[in-house]
């Protein structure tokens, strides 16, 4: 008889939806699933094998071989020998969220760890500011080689590194992670780098978490790699059972995905503190891997917690900590015993992150399967792109930068115009029945913006209309969860925050070139507006807020009119 895991790792509590859930725990014994998932059958979620049967290398992650490992702590060794202190690393999605995990979640770093994934110009200077090429590492990840952000950051960093260190000596502080004959390898061969780690190609970028793009930034934020992989063993070995009553990666799925077919698809997270960007790893897993056809799970990270009433009835409320620690315990407690589903994991330390990144994996393939979804491709994220890349050729040509189109003026507002802030006013008062959740869109400066004001914002929106709400800061969450805004089933409501960049930085066309074509302010504001059209196109309500130079004063004229 089927049983869902109640034990002291894991615990299923799914209230009135048991019987759907063990009906589809029978269907995944019956069609064979877990074994055919190992035997990497791309028909478990496609009748082609396109963007499947070469995307299912993470179910490989714990063979890696030990000699890789030991090339990686051996090249981590180098560096630190040498003097350098530190590491900045350059990639966008799944190239930079599990580094930030690894990076923050491990208190004893090697390095000081630096984790870039915006063409903010006032970001990118940050860092800049920051460190002195003489002992710093920048280590440059994308999966094809070609993404835009990090192609554009590493002709940046390497032309400036190079004028304080030489064309020659600047080669010893890059290190390149790609696939196999990408564009990025062959740029890596001609300038000569220091070293080009050539990742399995059957991975794909969101489910990389335990392939070099996420095991080398891990080694220099300190982690053991030989025991991370002990640890993951054991989960890799558990998913393989075929015995569902012991599976609980297969038991996580079945579980999320049951219930996002019956409309309880809003995936929302208390995570640990102690697990510091661990939300937003899983946010793009899910996201992008179940936002599509008109479909999706929307995973909410970083939502302020609310009163149990005011929840909406298509939550699942995922609770994760490590173990002997009292974060939420009474608030999920009370989330226990009211009328929602839940799971809660229990982590005994740090070190079973490498489990969490394989069993939610293991789990979205799973969803994907009830779901109907092909989880490895992310078909709406090229929209966005194409429209960013007319803007930017359009500005080369004439050296006008991206606008707003007319036709669409009507939902974008200056909040420091009286006209703005009067109109921004009444946009305000739409149905919230028309819409399931609010996404906010911060193509601003982080650190323009005090946290206390961000979350001020979110409580704001909450208390007005008591819909789910989600934070995303861009251009990083288009490789996310803007798959999913754009390929769901369009009620989401999307408000748009964009600010005047202080500053600006020009891309060099080239490595080592002293000729540029157009600058960082313009790329992520090609991203942003075009974005916005591409949202707009798809048929989905967007709110653009033109914040101006001043980001934390606009901010709190937004808040005001909220209140």
Request: aromatic residues 10%; hydrophobic residues 40%; charged residues 25%.
């Amino acid at each position: 008889m089927n049983k869902l895991i109640r034990n002291n790792e894991i615990k299923f509590l799914v209230q009135e939806n048991e019987s759907d859930i063990f009906n589809n725990l029978d269907k995944l014994k019956e069609n064979n699933i877990v074994e055919r998932i190992w035997q990497k059958d791309f028909t478990v979620w496609s009748n082609k094998p396109d963007e499947v049967s070469n995307r299912l290398g993470w179910l490989d992650c714990n063979q890696i071989p030990s000699s890789f490992l030991t090339e990686i702590n051996s090249f981590v060794d180098d560096i630190k020998n040498e003097g350098f202190e530190n590491i900045v690393i350059m990639g966008m999605g799944g190239s930079s969220l599990a580094p930030e995990v690894f990076s923050r979640t491990f208190f004893k770093p090697k390095f000081n760890i630096y984790v870039l994934d915006s063409t903010h110009p006032d970001v990118i200077n940050n860092i800049e500011q920051k460190v002195s090429p003489e002992n710093t590492l920048y280590i440059i990840s994308t999966k094809s080689g070609g993404t835009i952000e990090t192609i554009s950051l590493m002709k940046y960093f390497f032309t400036r590194a190079a004028k304080k260190l030489g064309n020659e000596k600047v080669k010893n502080h890059f290190a390149f992670i790609t696939d196999p004959g990408s564009g990025l390898e062959a740029i890596g061969k001609k300038l000569g780098v220091r070293k080009i780690f050539i990742n399995d190609p059957n991975i794909g970028g969101r489910f990389s978490a335990l392939s070099l793009f996420g095991l080398v930034p891990a080694a220099f934020a300190g982690v053991d790699l030989f025991k991370l992989m002990i640890e993951l063993n054991n989960v890799v070995k558990e998913a393989q059972s075929i015995d569902l009553d012991k599976n609980s990666s297969a038991q996580l799925g079945a579980v999320i995905g049951t219930l996002a077919n019956k409309g309880i698809d809003k995936l929302t997270f208390f995570i640990s503190p102690k697990l510091p960007s661990f939300g937003a790893w899983i946010e793009q897993l899910i996201a992008e891997s179940t936002g599509k056809n008109g479909k999706g799970i929307l995973p909410i990270d970083g939502e302020p917690l609310d009163k149990i009433n005011r929840y909406t009835k298509d939550r699942v409320f995922i609770y994760i900590k490590l173990e002997n620690e009292s974060f939420l315990e009474d608030e999920f407690n009370e989330i226990e015993n009211a009328d929602f589903p839940a799971i809660k994991i229990i982590l005994k330390d740090i070190y079973d992150i490498g489990k969490e990144f394989f069993r939610w994996e293991f789990a979205t393939a799973i969803a994907g399967y009830f779901m109907g979804i092909q989880p490895y491709d992310q078909p709406n994220v090229e929209s966005a792109k194409i429209v960013a890349r007319e803007m930017i050729a359009k500005y080369v040509e004439t050296k006008v930068e991206p606008q707003n189109n007319p036709n669409f003026a009507g939902s974008s507002f200056d909040i420091n115009s009286s006209e703005g802030y009067s109109k921004l006013k009444s946009e305000f008062q739409f149905n919230k029945n028309d819409c399931e959740y609010i996404a906010i869109q911060a193509f601003i400066n982080p650190s323009s913006v005090s946290e206390d004001t961000i979350t001020e914002l979110k409580i704001s929106l909450q208390k007005k209309y008591h819909l789910p709400l989600t934070f995303g800061i861009g251009p990083r969450f288009l490789h996310s969860t803007g798959q999913l805004h754009k390929g769901d089933k369009g009620k989401g409501l999307f408000i748009q925050l964009i600010e005047e960049n202080s500053g600006d930085l020009m891309i060099p066309e080239e490595p080592l070139a002293d000729c540029y074509s157009y600058s960082f302010g313009v790329l992520v504001k090609a991203q942003g507006l075009g974005d916005r059209k591409a949202l707009l196109d798809a048929g989905r309500k967007v709110i653009t807020i033109d914040l101006g130079l001043k980001p934390e004063e606009s901010l709190q004229k937004v808040i005001g009119i909220l209140n």
